[in-house]
């Protein structure tokens, strides 16, 4: 029996553990805090722009079992705001004991508030992970899908401190990475201005705090744009964002709204006092991160050097995905990656050809794409997503940007790649 | 296959922390304050870097506002000298004091109040009734044998400390064992408060004590009256007394 340990309960490590136990390992899902989703908790933004594309594209692969769970707790389709089209809103708040029965029915086992400290390690192979109780579990490969968020230092360090987020690194203890505790040294993600990490680009407020009016509209149409009062525009924080599709001065000159369960507010951080000067917002409150009048995490502190396959430079039976595996924004990305690093960790074990997503799918071509991006400078100032910024520009050039469901079933067919990850390789 | 042993600073979650060492970029917990770049700390429960970051806030310069371990001027108000050169010290100490000495394994350093600093030694704390301290020194050296000379008994003793990186949380979270308790000579001391704890938390303690060196049992009734099964023997080496000639020979 091949045993797959995967790192980390976030989209991505949720994706890899899906991928792995449907090509037939043994699989246990390791989770810091007390549930799954990661900073998933407070996403709820898909198939927006070209993650439609890159959704359909691993359904068309066998890999869509996230994504129907995620159409299926959908409050909001079809949606459109500034710079996006035809998005789908989860609901943050029951997107959770959702995702951990389609884990679950794979015959995951999901280990919840298991914190890993360590790992050993003989040569370039992980041997086993060192747990913070002294328990030591092992494996025969694993998967670091720990993020790169927080902990409470880095955020203090590289931005404007804890604020509070769904991380809650001091109730459950800082994430760790498993790349790092391999010795591999890891890459930071830089903002526009060249300093290190980038914060993340949305905050949550709670509903009832809004006026009933932009609560209703909100509530109806998923989304509510509100005009920004002239003395409030600041662009200046729009560098300091992850996520750049949302760094447009659009996004500058209005407050943007959409209902993902929450109120998703589509800015880093605003300082509450000037929040409630918005018509509509005068009793605001925020839901996430708690501190949003202050800051925000911080990520993109610790990308791990692999492949195109996803496997970690440097040891042998290591894998990566989501943020993890480069500078990518977002769930879709994380699911995507999730399920080629899952994947590629049986093919390991079975001393197969790794698989690696060809260029004329957009999967492929992302990651391709971005592992060269890093490999300079400015490549690394940037963010990468199919929903926006450079990478959605380059996707519509080079064709890849598709929203028919048939057409992007067909591409995946071209390559061989049809329901590739519902095969079972033991 | 044994993962690294892990080891907490025993000053993390008290008053005292950060330290001199975080301010002198030296923390032996938290990468950055040891000038790292990134997170990688064996996690406490509490972020130092943040502790630091708001005892710093508004002082002139990192970590002036610092508490730093007390001196406390007290008497020795009860000597017992249970062989020539082994005295039994007790002396007031604050509340305060005495409830962080409460800590398992915890020590003070001590001197004449108007000697220099460098005459300080560490005494490890046997007792704390209330706000009543007893230590047990054996004088050895010019420190101690001028700290028991002190005029109007009058001594300074600087504290709280803890038992360094090792030790304390295995002792605290043993509970519902069986333990053989060892110790002898000037190990008897510190003996005592691991034995209340042990106790505390539900094991059965045997203890087995020998005179040592320093040729007296003295915690026996102690224990005794504590519910230990305390066994004295005359030595616990096979060939009696250490030997301190054979020990300059082996180091020559």
């Avoid at chain 1, 992850?242 to 500058?252: R, W």
């Avoid at chain 1, 300082?271 to 993109?300: F, I, K």
């Avoid at chain 2, 950055?32 to 972020?47: D, K, Q, V, Y």
């Avoid at chain 2, 190990?187 to 059965?204: D, F, T, V």
């Amino acid at each position: 029996m091949i045993n797959v340990v995967i790192a980390g309960g976030g989209w991505s490590g949720c994706a890899a553990a899906i991928a792995a136990a449907k090509a037939g390992a043994q699989v246990m899902l390791l989770e810091r805090t007390d549930m799954l989703l990661g900073t998933g908790l407070v996403g709820g933004i898909f198939r927006n722009n070209g993650r439609y594309t890159a959704a359909e594209e691993s359904i068309a692969m066998g890999g869509g079992d996230l994504f129907v769970a995620m159409d299926a707790n959908s409050r909001h389709k079809g949606v459109s705001f500034p710079g996006h089209s035809h998005a789908s809103l989860y609901d943050v708040s029951s997107m959770e004991p959702l995702v951990k029965q389609v884990v679950e029915n794979y015959g995951i086992t999901v280990r919840t508030q298991a914190r890993i400290i360590d790992v050993l390690k003989y040569g370039k192979v992980i041997q086993a992970l060192v747990m913070d109780n002294g328990e030591i579990i092992k494996g025969d490969v694993f998967v670091d899908t720990t993020g790169t968020a927080g902990p409470m230092g880095n955020c203090l360090t590289y931005g404007n401190g804890c604020a509070m987020c769904i991380m809650r690194c001091p109730s459950f203890g800082p994430r760790i990475s498993l790349t790092a505790k391999a010795q591999v040294k890891e890459v930071m993600g830089q903002k526009a201005d060249g300093s290190f990490g980038a914060m993340s680009g949305s905050c949550k407020l709670n509903k009832d705090s809004l006026s009933p009016e932009i609560r209703t509209k909100l509530e109806a149409e998923g989304v509510v744009v509100i005009p920004m009062p002239e003395a409030l525009r600041r662009n200046s924080t729009l560098g300091k964002k992850a996520c750049s599709q949302y760094a447009i001065a659009e996004y500058a000159a209005n407050l943007v709204l959409l209902d993902t369960g929450h109120c998703k507010l589509m800015t880093s951080f605003f300082p509450l006092s000037e929040l409630r000067a918005v018509p509509g917002l005068e009793n605001a409150r925020y839901e996430d991160p708690y501190s949003g009048g202050q800051g925000n995490s911080m990520r993109y502190l610790g990308i791990a050097p692999c492949s195109n396959t996803l496997r970690v430079e440097g040891v042998d039976n290591l894998f990566c995905a989501g943020e993890k595996s480069g500078v990518f924004v977002g769930h879709t990305e994380a699911v995507v990656t999730g399920l080629l690093a899952g994947h590629n960790a049986v093919r390991h074990c079975l001393d197969m050809q790794y698989l690696e997503l060809p260029r004329s799918l957009a999967s492929g071509d992302i990651i391709a794409f971005v592992h060269e991006r890093m490999g300079t400078k400015d490549g690394l100032r940037l963010r990468y997503t199919f929903s926006g910024s450079v990478y959605f520009e380059r996707m519509k050039s080079l064709s890849l940007y598709s929203t028919d469901r048939n057409d992007i079933g067909e591409r995946v067919a071209k390559c061989g790649l049809t329901d590739v990850y519902n095969q079972c390789l033991v | 296959m044994y993962p690294k042993l892990a080891v907490n600073c025993s000053d993390i979650n008290s008053p005292f922390c950060p330290c001199l060492l975080a301010d002198t970029n030296h923390c032996i917990s938290c990468s950055h304050l040891r000038g790292l770049p990134f997170c990688e700390c064996n996690w406490s429960g509490l972020c130092i870097l943040y502790e630091k970051q708001w005892q710093s806030k508004g002082s002139g310069w990192r970590g002036e506002n610092n508490l730093e371990r007390w001196d406390i001027t007290t008497y020795i108000s009860r000597r017992e000298q249970f062989a020539p050169n082994i005295h039994l010290l007790e002396f007031e100490v604050s509340e305060e004091m005495a409830r962080e000495l409460r800590t398992t394994g915890s020590f003070v350093f001590m001197r004449r109040p108007d000697d220099p600093q460098y005459f300080h030694f560490p005494v490890g704390i046997m007792k704390i009734q209330d706000t009543t301290a007893t230590v047990v020194i054996e004088a050895i050296g010019p420190k101690s044998i001028r700290l028991l000379e002190t005029p109007d008994n009058q001594i300074l003793v600087r504290g709280p400390y803890y038992n360094g990186v090792l030790g304390q949380p295995w002792i605290d979270n043993i509970t519902c064992g069986t333990i053989l308790l060892v110790a002898g000579g000037m190990g008897q001391p510190p003996a005592l408060p691991i034995a209340a704890k042990l106790l505390a938390n539900g094991n059965k303690l045997t203890a087995v004590l020998a005179p040592g060196k320093i040729g007296k049992i003295f915690i026996e009734k102690e224990l005794q009256d504590m519910g230990v099964e305390v066994h004295s023997v005359e030595s616990m080496r096979r060939t009696g007394h250490a030997q301190p000639v054979a020990w300059r020979r082996v180091k020559a």
